[in-house]
């Protein structure tokens, strides 16, 4: 089991930048593929972005390309989201995942985190 805990969250205007960090404890970070999922007010989770094992792969939501890059750093435990170019419509609650596929981590994770609030104002 992979503990996920985010970070980064906060209030920034529009066409700014933010970037979010995720910490996982627990099992070898290496074994999982991990991701972003977020959800805006009142609406469902939906994907954002995935990274493989290693980083060789990556996926992203057709909203987010070229605007959000998603890395990680195996020896810190740590997987990122930068951010830029924020949109009101980027507004949401944000969620780090990890699951041992690539294909789930994608379309239903196995290990969620608590969330991070990312508020774009206009």
């Known amino acids: 089991q992979v503990r996920l805990a985010e970070s980064g969250g906060g209030l920034v205007q529009a066409g700014g930048s933010l970037r979010l960090s995720c910490a996982a404890s627990g099992r070898t970070f290496s074994d999982y593929h991990l991701g972003w999922f977020r959800q805006p007010p009142g609406k469902e989770r939906t994907f954002v972005a995935a990274?493989?094992?290693?980083?060789?792969?990556?996926r992203y939501a057709d909203s987010v390309k070229g605007r959000f890059t998603i890395s990680r750093d195996n020896a810190k435990n740590t997987v990122y989201l930068q951010m830029n170019s924020l949109e009101p419509e980027d507004t949401a609650l944000y969620y780090c995942?990890?699951?041992?596929?690539?294909?789930?981590?994608?379309?239903?994770?196995?290990?969620w985190g608590q969330g991070t609030q990312v508020t774009v104002s206009s």
């Open positions: 995942v990890a699951d041992p596929n690539f294909s789930g981590v994608a379309r239903a994770p196995g290990f």
């Open positions: 990274i493989s094992q290693k980083g060789y792969s990556t």
